[in-house]
């Protein structure tokens, strides 16, 4: 991941128990600040970093059912893009389940 913009969306093949068990971890010992449907983790470089979620539907594949979150990052605009990029690395290294 090279450029890790301020503001981002993303969809999480989660539930959001699974999404709040995971998160302690992601943040790598940083605060993490809870409260329903988002979080507050700092400090991030000079900032922080603010995720807001909700649920959507589930995505079906014909008898499967894969839970998903849909999740806004708001990097503060004094988080600079290494800084951003660093942390975004770490979390999504802790994030990843399965696969290949």
Request: hydrophobic letters at 45%; charged letters at 25%; aromatic letters at 8%.
């Given at each position: ?8 969306s ?19 010992g940083?605060t ?61 290294l ?7």
């Amino acid at each position: 991941m090279n450029d890790v913009p301020a503001a981002f969306s993303r969809e999480q093949g989660c539930t959001e128990a699974e999404w709040l068990g995971w998160l302690p971890g992601a943040v790598d010992g940083r605060t993490l600040a809870l409260q329903p449907g988002q979080a507050r983790i700092e400090p991030i470089g000079s900032g922080g970093l603010t995720m807001v979620w909700r649920a959507l539907e589930p995505r079906r594949i014909a008898l499967i059912s894969l839970p998903r979150l849909a999740v806004d990052f708001r990097f503060d605009a004094d988080v600079e893009a290494c800084e951003r990029q660093r942390f975004m690395r770490r979390f999504d290294l802790w994030m990843q389940r399965g696969g290949g």
